[in-house]
């Protein structure tokens, strides 16, 4: 018999996991509501037109593609078959594919809902993502994504908004982070003035693995896409500037001058910073020119968040993307973006065992089950309660005492109320809090007192 079990890198949730994560979800979309962003869905699948070509190579390697519905294999050859040309049978046997990520379907929503939205449009969105990667710590295959957008607008005030946003977010949950932040526009300059502007896309690829394979696997992955030995050593000192972040921009405006792209990028950043810093952010924001992320639309400030007590990927990831729409046919709308992981936050919390007391939502009272006569005493008293908002329920069926204290322990029930018959006479109940083990009798209409406190 086949061992049941879920595809690698996807996972089931417990009820208790599924409170852990109502709170991350909870907790995230309050702050979103706060600076004023608007919710919106997109499908789980979208036409693989739509996603192919939208993250580079690697990018489209990772999309999980939809086989066509009925006889898929109707429009291929025997030939096509034999010659095992993937690429030329995915594109005849698959018309539809998971989404990758929840910006490019936004991309998509933009253009066909121009008429129904107002630029600049704000918008978040809560949902589910798909990605063929190799499982392993704090990646999975089947992930969520908190995404909060602003289309239709080029301030950059829209970054410093992310900013604090971001930094509001991990306050909420007391996590420690570093905010890392730098420029697509830094990172052309830097490819112009080592004399390979053809190869910016290598370059950000190569060095966005940086802190995963390290400088020596970053050079050779470099040499591999024809990037000179000599180009390599100029990069390195730039790459690896440290400092304040004052220090670090002076030193750069030295290193770029000869860039208008370059020098633009440095504008930007500064921008950003002088800003950022008349505000009260708890977390550290820090330029990065090692941060490259890798997917190709990105055009200005980039993101990445950190938590700095536990060693994991990146949290949050986003940045300025110029014309993201111009591919489905709407050129010219620019915008930025910021992305929270939140099964990586969930990771992070739990490790950490961040979580609030009432974060993990369960029942508050369960009404104990003799019989009809008590069901039929308990059921109003039960209604009443849940109009006045306590959490409770009553054991579904008359069951041995044992049985239904187990059930009360195993689901961190907090009150048991036993309703015997003697008691149902003169209007009474008995109480027992399932934390203190202490047990009292009191008259029925002061039972919401008492399990609210």
């Known amino acids: 018999m086949q061992k049941t079990s879920i595809p690698k890198g996807t996972r089931d949730f417990l009820p208790a ?14 702050v979103f509501h706060l600076y004023g962003f608007r919710q919106i869905e997109t499908p789980s699948m979208e036409n693989l037109s739509t996603l192919l070509g939208k993250y580079g190579e690697e990018g489209d390697k990772l999309l999980f593609k939809i086989l066509n519905s009925g006889d898929f294999l109707n429009e291929t050859t025997d030939t096509e078959l034999l010659n095992r040309d993937l690429i030329k049978l995915t594109n005849k046997i698959c018309e539809k594919g998971l989404r990758y990520d929840l910006t490019v379907p936004f991309a998509r929503f933009v253009v066909m809902h121009r008429n129904d939205i107002t630029f600049p449009f704000k918008r978040y969105q ?21 995404d909060v957008d602003i289309v239709g607008s080029d301030a950059l005030l829209n970054e410093v908004e992310l900013i604090q946003i971001i930094d509001e977010v991990f306050k ?5 982070v570093s905010i ?5 526009k830094i990172l052309s300059g830097i490819a112009e003035v080592i004399g390979q502007p053809d190869k910016i896309i290598d370059i950000t690829i190569a060095i966005d693995k940086l802190d995963k394979i390290g400088m020596e696997n970053v050079k050779e992955e470099l040499v591999s896409k024809g990037i000179s030995e000599e180009a390599i050593a100029r990069l390195q000192p730039i790459i690896g ?23 633009k990028g440095i504008e930007e950043v500064e921008i950003i910073l002088n800003k950022t810093d008349i505000l009260p952010l708890e977390n550290e924001l820090a330029l990065d020119l090692t941060l490259a992320r890798g997917l190709n639309y990105y055009t200005g400030a980039i993101f990445e968040v950190k938590a700095l007590d536990v060693p994991i990927g990146s949290i949050t990831g986003g940045g300025r993307y110029d014309n993201l729409t111009g591919v489905f046919g709407m050129p010219g709308v620019s915008g930025v973006g910021v992305s929270f992981g939140a099964d990586r936050i969930f990771d992070v919390l739990n490790q950490l065992n961040l979580y609030p007391e009432d974060a993990t939502q369960k029942t508050k009272v369960l009404f104990v089950n003799f019989g009809e006569t ?16 306590v959490s409770a329920e009553i054991y579904p069926e008359p069951a041995k005492m044992k049985k239904q204290m187990t059930y009360a322990h195993a689901n961190k029930i907090t009150y048991v109320v036993i309703a015997e018959k003697s008691e149902i006479q003169i209007n009474r109940l008995s109480v027992k809090n399932m934390t203190t083990g202490e047990q009292i009798s009191i008259d029925k209409d002061e039972l919401c007192k008492i399990v609210s406190l």
């Not at 890392?180 to 697509?184: A, P, V």
Request: net charge positive.
């Open 172 to 176: 909420r949950f007391s996590i420690r």
């Open 180 to 184: 890392k932040m730098n420029n697509r």
């Open 241 to 263: 500037l440290s400092g304040s972040n004052k220090e670090k921009l002076a030193l750069l405006k030295e290193v770029l001058q000869s860039s208008e792209t370059g020098k």
């Open 17 to 30: 996991e599924m409170a852990k994560r109502n709170y991350i979800f909870d907790t995230i979309r309050n």
């Open 126 to 146: 809560i949902q589910p993502v798909w990605r063929a990667d190799r499982p392993q710590k704090g990646r999975y295959r089947e992930f969520f994504q908190c």
């Open 374 to 389: 008590e069901e039929n005493y308990i059921l109003p008293i039960l209604s009443d309660l849940r109009k006045k908002g």
